[in-house]
């Protein structure tokens, strides 16, 4: 039995209970523990608990900026506007055989597949944005659904978290009870004292603490806005899911904790460095390269994005360097 | 059952870890640590440890009382070590700031308008200072503020000093 909405092209259930997808020439499909892409040329094999914490990054994101590689093989890129759907296109090896794929899809398109992939295979047990500690098990025949865990809603303050009308603090009542491994971080909320007239308009609150209650991993939400400069920070606790490919300089700002990065060449994966970040560490990652992070212990981390639009554009065209400084 | 520590970092103790390059040149990733940064300032100076086109993170040591700042636009002091106190003034006359100016500006005194209130600020608490007031810091004792803006005219540039090149 086929299955075909306006954006959304999908088969009935397999003998396992999911669906298999598909988008332009390339299908997904899933069984107890592994998910299947085939393209005209190729075809990979990804757990599925790896594929769906990468699958929920580029669903939540709206494909982020840049590149989200679920692996060394497949991802996406975003145009904003549209999407590119791809296999071997950044793996050398792939590239020299020639058995490299891309589509473009606009975005509604990919995302709605992406969303109803996501939803379908997510079984009750398991939370794509939680930490491995935190979840239960992605494997299995399909059982039931998580809907509510992977449509969470991303924070994107317009000005300010705190600030009235902008998002919430969070708390108990909010249903964000503290983190197993932020117990020891202070609660307490800055002291302020506004004259009368000036309610509102003083504003202030505890980063340290909202983080401390976040209930996702690896999801940078954006907390403070300068004009197109952006602090989106995350607590982060396992492996970055996603292999993130910048198409602008990207910064992090490590605010609690350890991170361990690999840095590979963006379009090749040929590695260029490790970084190790602690506390009150500050860099960079070029506009060329891909990261992926590892955290043994829930950190925080603040990633610094500047959302300007004309960036990729200014990139591609030499007019803007890749690198955030020269000295 | 387990015990976590959640490690941040201050003045008085922190570690630096850094880049250990394969293939790359390290400036690339022009790694820094805003503690040692603040550690080898002068109080309140504006010291760029992040740049990204025209926006940029500044680190502060908080030590004193600063002098009074504005800006046409919003920017947000994240205490990282240390107690802050943020003075908020409505400015009397906003035009003392050029609208479209980018970063903040010094004044020359305290100026004129009407009192905001203050803001109490340790560490991990985020302080908007709002477009068209003016602020001044007051630190009793060291402490560190990393800043959210746009290069101004007085943001100080000091990449080579501060990040790792080797």
New interface residues.
Partial sequence: MSVQTLDVKSSGPNEHGYRSFSLGEVTFSRDEYFVYVKWPTGRHVMSADAFLRSLQRDVAWEFFYGIVNFDGVIGTVNHYGTVDLFAGRYNDAYRKAELDHVENFPTPRIKGTFAAMLDDWTSATFDPFASPHETGTAFGPKAGSNTAAVTRRRVTAKRMVGVPGDEPLRSDATGHPINRHFLDVPQDEPTILAEPGFEGQVCAFSLFAYLSRSNVTWNPSVVSVCKNSLYCPTTEEYILPIIHGNDRVEWFVQLSDEIYWDVEDRDTGAVRAKVVMKPGDVAAMPADIRHQGYSPKRAMLLVWENGSPDIPALIASGKAPTNPVSF | MTK??????SLEH???????????D???????????VAARSKPYEKVA?????Q?V?EVLRAEGTSEWRAAA????A?V?DGEVE?R?L?LADPSVVPPGKEGSIRLRAEPTG???????????????L?AGAAYQFHADRPGVI?L???AGDDTQ?R??EI?QTM
């Fill in positions: 976590y520590v959640t490690r941040f970092g922190y570690a630096k870890g850094g880049v250990e390059i394969i293939d790359d390290p400036k690339r990733y022009t790694f820094s640590n805003m503690f040692e440890v992040g740049k990204n086109m926006y993170l636009h919003d920017e947000f994240l990282m943020v908020l409505k009407r009192k905001m209130g203050l803001v109490r600020a340790r560490r991990g608490h985020l302080t908007l709002p990393l959210q803006t746009i540039y990449w080579a990040c």
